[in-house]
């Protein structure tokens, strides 16, 4: 199975609002509520902030949100931080198998 | 609080194996599976399977299946990752994580350097 699709880079201001996509098929994204994304500083271990397409693990920022439509997941990041920068990457369960996409940098201007 | 602590780094020859240990503290160790994700440099995230420690079972993503084992040990709350016949395109950090199909918390990580 193929890694799930998100664009290479994003970018906003402070303060603005940005949203990652994340596309997959109906055997992955569009079959299970179990999308989950994950922020990554430099030589840092990835941190949860959406799990299940939409919940916040306890301690993320209300900023965070996650929502789904089909085969597509999608995160926002409302009231862009300097500290948001990083990669972000989504992940969804697959039947017997778990899928990441490419991953997403994002640049705050 | 919810941690786990992987083994240091590993410096191997192409065709030798590599056994990673992840020790977790701060949960019931027994209710929750061990995931293994791994990042080779430069790159994205890579899933490469789970154990579970409440029943032994396991899943392997199909690029690793017969030579990747994944085990759990209650009696010491640690997973095991290991990964046979080594090849340099191994290199990468390997990750644990808590889950089966969303991971918390990570392990900090082991460095894998597969190298003649």
């Known amino acids: 199975q193929s890694a799930l699709t998100q664009p290479a880079s994003v970018s906003g201001s402070p303060g603005q609002s940005i949203t990652i996509s994340c596309t997959g098929t109906?055997?992955?994204?569009?079959?299970?509520?179990?999308v989950s994304w994950y922020q990554q500083h430099p030589g840092k271990a990835p941190q949860l902030m959406i799990y299940?397409?939409?919940n916040r693990p306890s301690g993320v920022s209300n900023r965070f949100s996650g929502s789904k439509s089909g085969n597509t997941a999608s995160l926002t990041i409302s009231g862009l931080q300097a500290e948001d920068e990083a990669d972000y990457y989504c992940?969804?369960?697959?039947?017997?198998?778990?899928?990441f996409g490419g991953g997403t940098e994002l640049t705050v201007l | 609080q919810v941690q786990l602590v992987q083994s240091g780094a590993e410096v191997k020859k192409p065709g030798a194996s590599v056994k990673v240990s992840c020790k977790a503290s701060?949960?019931?160790?027994?209710?929750?599976?061990i995931s293994w994700v791994r990042q080779a440099p430069g790159q994205g995230l890579e899933w490469m399977g789970c154990?579970?420690?409440?029943?032994?079972?396991?899943n392997y993503a199909q690029k690793f299946q017969g030579r990747v084992t994944m085990t759990t040990d209650s009696s010491t709350s640690t997973g095991y990752m290991e990964l046979r016949s080594l090849r340099s395109d191994d290199t990468a950090i390997y990750y644990c994580?808590?889950?089966?199909?969303?991971?918390?918390?990570w392990g900090q990580g082991t460095l894998v350097i597969v190298s003649s």
């Open positions: 701060g949960y019931t160790f027994a209710r929750y599976a």
């Open positions: 154990s579970r420690a409440y029943n032994g079972n396991t």
């Open positions: 299940d397409v939409s």
């Open positions: 994580a808590r889950g089966t199909y969303d991971f918390f918390p």
């Open positions: 109906s055997s992955d994204i569009g079959g299970y509520d179990y």
């Open positions: 992940c969804s369960y697959a039947g017997s198998t778990v899928l």
